[in-house]
């Protein structure tokens, strides 16, 4: 609006206040992403707003056919803070008389707030956000600054606004490339020779005692299967002698199990490719727990402190070093007490994962779900454990999953002069691809991780002490 002010030497001024400014830069920056989204931007002026500073038409950005599919957009800019404004939130009130106006229509209506000096902008659509009695007697709206920013990000978001819920059109998604990192692990090496023989033995405890008896702990890369024992074991080296019939004793090519077409001899492999884990995880500190579903779940054990003066062993909290964008500490268990009695322990919180091997195209992969384990002590479950588990994974983001897999997958995989790598099963990189569409990262970064902090610089690599079994 140009308002006119008082005379001067005979001629009336006109001026125009800053706001004005501020709301002209507002819609202009909207404008500008819009167009970014491959959208049209239809600005309305002078006595046809009416509450409305714009129209969007969605249009498909791969064909540039446009769809008569619109958002109208009411802009509200500021050059200064909004009201209870933090990192993460924050709130505009609306005025009743706008906001009846923006509900009655038949149009989609959003509300874009910005402070056009940052280039920042954020928006809600304005009827489902106000469907509720308590939003709409408010006339409060509170802006998500990590889910709800406006920009070029947003495109699928607003184009949602304008679908009519019987509408079967398809929009393509805005165009972006992205490398995907999956949650498949890369098995590079495991043993090439596979060895059966017939035993005596029908119960792996049997098989177990008289190797305890001999003094022999060779590993458990066996199992026993109608008297007969597969493994990844030399069967005709000692002490495997003495358990069974050397006659008997046949070797394989592993490749002649893992690639197979017959399923019987893929599930024989499988489960000793789970026994090789279960091996590389012990020596990593690395638990196992037999969950009632029958998938084990690994969980990292506490960090082992031994009293110099009582020899008494304690289970402490465990972490660990990794690098994902910098140096960071990862807390992989972690202690809960009672907050009236710090003496008194609540239960033990462990990171952990549940492994399961899936061959594709000729090639092994360690499928990684990440999940975690609770027990009481460290190591005796505790009987609140499907309830605490149920409840971590509500909280959990789409962000700290991505970080477990990760993290476990460098923790497999990595080896220094402190944990020497493990000869028998050796893992690559997670499998990952390149795609034509991408994932806003306000929708993947919408929670934080609580469990990772960046390492202080100068801060020591060096590996605590693992609790043994």
Not at 336 to 350: A, E, F, I, P, Q
Not at 381 to 388: G, H, I, P, V
Not at 428 to 436: H, N, S, T, Y
Request: glycine share 6%.
């Amino acid at each position: 609006m140009v308002r006119k002010q008082s005379r001067i030497h005979g001629v009336r001024e006109k001026f125009i206040p800053q706001n004005q400014i501020v709301g002209q830069q507002g819609i202009n920056l909207i404008e500008r992403f819009v167009l970014e989204m491959g959208y049209t931007w239809t600005p309305t002026s002078g006595a046809n707003d009416a509450g409305i500073d714009g129209i969007i038409e969605i249009r498909d950005q791969k064909t540039g056919a446009v769809t008569n599919l619109i958002v109208q957009v009411q802009s509200k800019a500021t050059s200064g803070a909004w009201e209870a404004e933090t990192a993460t939130s924050l709130v505009y009130r609306v005025r009743e008389k706008d906001l009846q106006y923006w509900l009655q229509g038949n149009a989609p209506v959003i509300l874009v707030v910005s402070r056009p000096a940052k280039q920042e902008a954020y928006w809600i659509p304005v009827k489902p956000y106000f469907t509720t009695p308590e939003r709409r007697a408010s006339c409060k709206a509170i802006f998500n600054k990590q889910t709800q920013r406006f920009d070029k990000e947003a495109a699928v978001g607003i184009a949602s606004q304008a679908l009519a819920t019987d509408k079967g059109i398809y929009l393509r998604p805005p165009p972006k490339w992205e490398v995907l990192t999956s949650n498949l692990l890369e098995v590079m090496y495991y043993p090439n020779t596979l060895y059966i023989a017939s035993t005596p033995h029908t119960l792996p405890e049997k098989l177990r005692g008289v190797l305890k008896e001999l003094e022999e702990r060779p590993g458990e890369l066996w199992y026993l299967k109608e008297k007969r024992i597969l493994s990844f074991h030399d069967l005709s080296e000692f002490p495997w002698t003495e358990v069974v019939d050397q006659g008997t004793v046949e070797t394989f090519e592993t490749g002649e199990w893992g690639l197979s077409s017959d399923q019987e001899r893929k599930n024989d492999f499988v489960r000793l490719l789970n026994q090789t884990l279960r091996q590389l995880c012990y020596h990593k500190g690395i638990g196992v727990f037999a969950s009632k579903n029958g998938k084990p779940v690994f969980y990292f054990r506490p960090r082992k402190v031994v009293d110099p003066k009582t020899e008494e062993v304690s289970r402490e909290t465990r972490t660990e070093t990794w690098k994902l964008e910098k140096n960071s500490m990862r807390t992989v268990v972690q202690i809960y007490r009672s907050d009236k009695d710090k003496s008194k322990v609540l239960y033990y919180r462990h990171h952990g994962f549940v492994g399961q091997f899936h061959r594709f195209d000729a090639k092994w992969y360690l499928e990684i779900s990440p999940t975690y384990h609770y027990t009481r002590d460290g190591v005796e479950e505790s009987r609140f454990r499907a309830e605490n588990l149920a409840g971590m994974k509500r909280q959990e983001g789409h962000q700290a999953v991505a970080n477990n897999v990760r993290f476990i997958a460098h923790y497999l995989t990595e080896h220094d002069l402190l944990r020497k790598e493990y000869a028998m099963l050796r893992f690559g990189k997670l499998l990952d691809g390149a795609v034509e569409f991408g994932i806003p990262e306000a929708d993947w970064k919408n929670r934080s991780d609580p469990d990772e902090e960046p390492q202080a610089a100068g801060e020591s690599d060096a590996q605590m002490e693992l609790l043994s079994e």
